[in-house]
């Protein structure tokens, strides 16, 4: 099993910056993939961005581009979302994902979610 704790989300105004961290715990592997989704009230869950452990390797949805960036720390198991700019719809629960498959985990079935840090950005 893998343990997935979010920890940073918060309220911020428009245009603020705010870094979201996700540790991982348990049976973590460098071939895993790390994500990131979000879910807004009454929207389906999205995906945001992902990581490979093993190469840095990372993709961002086309939403993000630009504004949000996934990065990780391989010895603190940890992965971070940066994300500058942030707009009134950013906000959403933000899901920590971990998966061994990087396509299966971008189509939204990770083997492993996080319970989610709430970013709420005001206008």
């Known amino acids: 099993q893998v343990q997935l704790e979010e920890t940073g989300g918060g309220l911020v105004q428009a245009g603020d910056s705010l870094r979201i961290s996700c540790v991982a715990s348990?049976?973590?592997?460098?071939?895993?993939?790390m994500g990131w989704f979000r879910q807004a009230p009454g929207k389906d869950r999205e995906f945001v961005a992902a990581?490979?452990?093993?190469?840095?390797?990372?993709r961002h949805a086309d939403s993000v581009k630009g504004r949000f960036t996934i990065s990780a720390d391989n010895a603190k198991n940890t992965v971070y979302l940066q994300m500058n700019n942030l707009k009134p719809e950013d906000t959403a629960v933000y899901y920590c994902?971990?998966?061994?498959?990087?396509?299966?985990?971008?189509?939204?079935?990770?083997?492993?979610w996080g319970h989610g840090t709430q970013v709420t950005v005001s206008s």
């Open positions: 994902a971990s998966g061994q498959s990087p396509t299966t985990l971008i189509s939204g079935r990770p083997q492993w």
């Open positions: 348990g049976r973590v592997f460098s071939r895993d993939t």
């Open positions: 990581i490979r452990w093993s190469d840095g390797n990372t």
